[in-house]
């Protein structure tokens, strides 16, 4: 690089991914035409059974939004009591368990991966514990085998929070199989969006009926309603859109892909910064790239995240601070320091860098110089 141009544009983490909004017009014209813009239509359908073949599930249900399809997946199982999760997530995997009446009980993170860990699952199971909510963080995979037999031993269904872990796989397929049911994000910061959007993946037909039915105010047909159900539909048009998406995923993956090879090759040696290693036999899908700044690093975290604001480069402190932090889950017996020591340090470390398939050379390598030189500049 022979100088430092700042970018005239805010660099954000990511960047919703647009196709040509050309390409575009024929699905609306075709909505136009058949005048369906909701309550299942043809892309609606269409854009289920292309997702459930791309990502190699058998059944999934489309959503308005994430949050949303938590907060119906909880339903669908009828989850009560308390619910065992992580702290290191965004606010709405446990917002949908207050949403539900569900109490979460918090519990410590795995220091390599930042998922859930499974050696402090056990402790925090209570008579009153009905299930466990973890997270793929960043779309790295959860420890699913050790999850499952902990479920299994003690009776508890799993929901996993799959908003980061749209395409990946681990040695057994997609990781989306894993668990009772799985929810994504199509929100239009994701790996896949539909500008919003989200759905419930599951393992039979009956749950998928559940789950179409919680989604639609419980309707089965016209005159009957079977379950007390929320308007949680993805439109026509988010759904097509979505399907438009799609044609484009394999080469969008690739350049994140090409852009997370390039942050590790440089940073491989850089003393005092480290970023979370791919695992033998899983796919992932270079959906974040989080780098932790430890003591060896030349200045603290929040110091590298002001310095590359100067330079209009906005990283995120993703996820800082943790949700126990936040005044609704503060006051919680499992939301104590001292019971999530491992959580609270990365969160003080941790910080996402820029890496979506428009970024460019220059920017990149902007981002590359200004954390390979913080003790110099």
Request: hydrophobic residues 45%; contains cysteine; negative net charge.
């Amino acid at each position: 690089m022979t100088e430092l141009k700042v970018p005239q544009n805010p660099l954000f983490v990511t960047q919703p991914l647009l196709p040509p909004l050309a390409e575009f017009i024929p699905y609306l014209q075709e909505i136009w035409e058949n005048k369906q813009l909701t309550n299942n239509g043809p892309f609606h359908q269409q854009l289920e059974a292309e997702l459930a073949a791309y990502l190699g599930v058998k059944h999934i249900s489309l959503f308005t939004n994430g949050t949303i399809a938590l907060v119906t997946a909880l339903q669908a199982l009828r989850i009560t009591g308390e619910v065992i999760t992580t702290p290191y997530s965004f606010v709405a995997t446990a917002h949908s368990l207050l949403w539900n009446g569900i109490k979460p009980v918090f519990v410590d993170i795995d220091p390599n991966s930042m998922n859930l860990d499974p050696a402090k699952i056990e402790a925090a199971i209570t008579p009153q514990t009905t299930a466990i909510l973890p997270v793929h963080c960043y779309g790295h995979p959860c420890d699913v085998d050790r999850i499952e037999k902990i479920a299994d031993n003690y009776g508890l269904k799993v929901i996993y929070d799959a908003a980061h872990a749209f395409g990946v796989q681990n040695a057994e397929g997609s990781i989306l199989n894993h668990g009772d049911l799985s929810v994504l994000s199509f929100h239009a910061t994701k790996v896949f969006n539909t500008f919003e959007g989200g759905a419930i993946v599951c393992h039979s037909e009956k749950d998928k009926r559940r789950i179409d039915h919680l989604k639609n105010f419980g309707f089965v047909d016209d005159a009957t309603v079977v379950s007390l159900g929320i308007n949680g539909k993805m439109s026509e048009v988010n759904a097509a859109f979505g399907l438009l998406q799609l044609k484009g995923i394999d080469v969008a993956l690739a350049k994140r892909k090409r852009i997370s090879d390039r942050y590790r090759a440089a940073f491989k040696d850089l003393k005092g910064l480290r970023y979370l290693e791919d695992v033998a036999g899983e796919v992932p899908n270079f959906a974040y790239f989080p780098v932790l700044l430890e003591d060896a690093y030349p200045i603290d975290r929040d110091t590298l995240f002001a310095r590359l604001k100067q330079h209009n480069i906005f990283a995120r402190r993703y996820f800082y601070p943790l949700i126990t932090e936040f005044p609704m889950y503060r006051g919680l017996p499992s939301a104590e320091h001292g019971n999530l020591i491992v959580a609270r340090q990365l969160a003080s470390k941790v910080l996402c860098l820029p890496i979506f398939p428009a970024l460019t050379d220059d920017s990149l390598e902007l981002v590359i110089h200004l954390i390979k030189n913080a003790g110099e500049l």
